[in-house]
């Protein structure tokens, strides 16, 4: 390191501009890729690598065994053969002689594969006229300029970094080296030793190293896992120490459920309990018998029950004298929540009410001061709920439902005064245990996964193309006929000069769907059209004439997907089905499962490639909302799923909860086994918790542990 490099408090915090043969031009470049400081340059992550060791020498090749081969382009040139198809040659020079490539129809190849390019091939050698060939090989191309003396025998691994503009391979490895040879004394390890040696996990400083200069696989990975392993583990010290906290902290009022209570509860319902609801209720109970608060998560598919539930441990706190609310995160979905609990309580004399922020501003007054007086036992709501001059003294049970869409800090909202209601988690979106542990990890969880008796699954169909379309349509007519009612779910709210006309094209837009069925397929029909754009008076009306059967159709944006409850609405048409993801075309279609009618639920697309068939194809062939959230997730990543951007993985630095699952397991085994066993108060841990606090303080609201 030069002696002009200012030094920050923390020399791993200096600039990295001052990395020796950076300078600020490559510095602003760096920026583009997060890289600020020499730390985050130690620590940059190659995407992947390229283990050179596996190259073989040319001697060694045999027929019909997949061998990888290193060496330069000598030549590529494409010809036509005589079946039409393009066939790229390459010669490859290795160190141990030359080597052939041919692809078939891969054109590119030849932009690719410029003379002087360094190359890996791996695939299956064919002798041909005396030389070996690889017909359509992997390719791998390599770093490094051309004809340097030697680089074929150099073996190691090549890492692979993101790169931005203006920044190469070979660029960044070299900066990244140079780190690591300026700063690397200065990187002391957080963990303790024995801590280190117990789990076999490599200094800090060996870790950066081998992160960008590994002569080996198996250095690399542990390096990398290194890395990993961190961002899990403070993390999940941060849930442990969240979980600690709330375990500890404010004390709950214990609220045993009596055979008598449980009896009045069950009788309000007209059905028995499935398996799934009474292990729920179960496990609910029991938590709620303790003194320490619940903090539970229930995970169940649309139509599972869960608001039964809810209820049951709603009641449960008001038979012990104590209040209790249900907290939505939209209006619509507090609106369904409120139908329900209206309906089950019919016969009841439980002091209820609706807290929306569509409350006059007299009517919310006195409502807030009914609730103060402890005159209203249960509150139904949205976020209105949580809001200043909301005083709920007796609240016993709080339930959150979809609570995803809100923050972590919105859960704990509630915890006010010396007592700390029980809370209920819940969600329609199972959720992989991947993300739960990051999420949710500080949660107990429930998860039901019986529907009651007698539902059908919903006939699902993808519908790709004009004529398809023809066919549905004249089926849905029928069905129609036959007294069922119909939606049409849109992606997008538009406009009506957005109808397609004489086009095939599907429309996006709910307005221009809307024209284009009342002038075309729906003539005759009526057909009412809602979406998140009109006033709160229109959407009502046209909501409520769907439900008493004047209007046949409804055509509308998503806001029925948690929405209304028609019984004999038992068909669904979706615009543009692949604009959604699968976990909410799943809880769109359960609005069709309703009744004891069969539903029928069709995705309307334009895409016809194997792809995106296969991709609403799982939807065809399953109606497990825990399989279908997988392929979700997987498809599309967590935080777009649940639609939150605090998804365990946006508060990670460089860790993915599914992709790295297995360390996340062992990350959290170990996090919480130092939490509850106290060791991570000790001195030796102070740097790490430090970080953890300065990490997930905020997010995790873990200020009270100091
Ligand atoms: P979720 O909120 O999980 O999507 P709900 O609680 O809204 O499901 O229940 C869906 C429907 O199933 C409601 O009409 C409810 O009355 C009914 N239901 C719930 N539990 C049972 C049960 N055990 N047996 C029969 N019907 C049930
Ligand atoms: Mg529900």
């Known amino acids: 390191m030069a002696d002009d490099v200012p030094l920050a408090d923390d020399p791993l915090d200096t600039p990295v501009q001052y990395v020796r043969g950076c300078g600020p031009r490559r510095a602003a470049l760096l920026a583009k890729l997060d890289v600020l400081t020499v730390r985050d340059l130690l620590f940059l992550l190659p995407r992947d690598v390229v283990d050179l060791s596996v190259a073989t020498s040319v001697e060694e090749l045999d027929a019909d065994t997949i061998h990888t081969v290193r060496g330069v382009v000598l030549d590529t040139d494409a010809r036509s053969t005589r079946g039409g198809r393009i066939l790229v040659k390459s010669i490859v020079e290795t160190s141990s002689g030359t080597v052939r490539a041919s692809f078939f129809n891969q054109r590119w190849m030849l932009k690719k594969l410029p003379p002087g390019t360094r190359v890996m091939l791996t695939g299956k050698p064919k002798r041909y006229d005396g030389a070996w060939e690889f017909s359509s090989p992997q390719v791998q191309v390599l770093e490094g300029e051309p004809g340097e003396p030697g680089a074929e025998d150099v073996g190691g691994i090549e890492p692979r970094y993101a790169l931005t503009e203006g920044v190469n391979q070979r660029g960044l490895n070299m900066l990244a080296t140079r780190a690591v040879e300026g700063f690397g004394q200065y990187i002391c390890d957080p963990l303790p030793k024995a801590f280190r040696d117990q789990y076999g996990l490599p200094h800090l400083r060996d870790a950066a190293a081998n992160l960008h200069a ?42 045993p459920v009596s055979a008598k209570i449980d009896a009045r509860i069950r009788r309000l319902f007209p059905f028995e309990f499935t398996d799934g609801q009474n292990q729920a209720v179960k496990e609910i109970a029991a938590d709620l018998a303790s003194e320490i608060a619940m903090h539970r998560l229930l995970q169940a598919d649309v139509g599972a029950g869960k608001t039964v539930v809810a209820l049951y441990a709603m009641l449960t706190a008001v038979a012990h004298g104590r209040q209790a609310v249900l907290m939505a995160p939209t209006e619509v979905l507090a609106n369904q929540h409120w139908a329900t609990v209206q309906h089950a309580l019919a016969h009841s004399r439980v002091e209820r009410r609706l807290l929306t922020g569509r409350l006059t501003a007299k009517k919310r007054k006195d409502l807030r001061a009914r609730i103060k007086s402890g005159a209203v036992q249960m509150v139904i709501g949205t976020q209105a709920l949580i809001q200043k001059g909301v005083e709920i003294p007796r609240l016993g049970v709080a339930v959150v439902d979809e609570q995803h869409k809100f923050g972590v800090a919105q859960r704990a909202a509630f915890s006010a005064g010396d007592r700390d209601p029980h809370v209920l988690v819940m969600t329609a979106t199972p959720i992989p245990r991947s993300l739960a542990l990051t999420q949710f990890g500080d949660l107990d969880v429930t998860t039901v996964r019986d529907l009651p008796p007698g539902r059908q699954p919903v006939v699902t169909s993808r519908v790709p193309g004009p004529q398809a379309r023809q066919k549905t349509w004249h089926f849905i007519r029928e069905k129609l006929d036959e007294g069922r009612q119909l939606y049409v779910i849109c992606p997008k709210v538009g406009d009506a000069s957005e109808a397609n006309g004489d086009s095939d094209e599907l429309s996006a837009s709910v307005e221009a769907t809307f024209k284009e069925l009342v002038e075309g397929e729906l003539k005759g029909y009526a057909v009412g059209l809602v979406h998140g754009r009109m006033d709160a008076d229109k959407k009502d009306a046209a909501m409520s004439a769907f439900k008493t059967g004047e209007t046949r159709v409804l055509v509308s944006t998503t806001v029925v997907e948690v929405g209304v409850d028609v019984p004999n609405a038992t068909l669904m048409v979706i615009q543009k089905a692949e604009s959604f993801g699968l976990s909410q075309l799943h809880q769109l279609r359960g609005r069709v499962a309703r009744g004891a009618r069969r539903g029928y639920c069709f995705l309307y697309t334009d895409q016809t490639s194997q792809t995106a068939a296969e991709r609403l194809g799982v939807l065809e062939r399953t109606t497990d909302g825990f399989q279908i959230a997988e392929a979700d997730f997987a498809q599309r990543g967590p935080g777009h799923v649940l639609g939150t951007r605090q998804s365990g993985k946006s508060a990670l630095r460089v860790a993915d ?43 995790l609201e873990l200020a009270k542990t100091g």
């Open 657 to 699: 909860p599914q992709r790295d699952r297995e360390l996340l397991e062992m990350a959290r085994r170990r996090a919480f086994h130092l939490v509850e066993t106290g060791s991570f108060d000790l001195p030796e841990w102070a740097m790490v918790k430090a970080e953890v606090l300065d990490r997930f303080g905020e997010v």
């Open 214 to 255: 590994a002569q080996t696989l198996e250095d690399f990975n542990a390096a990398r896992d290194r890395v990993l392993f961190d961002d899990l583990f403070e993390f999940q010290l941060g849930v442990a120490l969240r979980r600690r906290l709330w375990r500890s902290g404010g004390k709950a009022d214990p609220l």
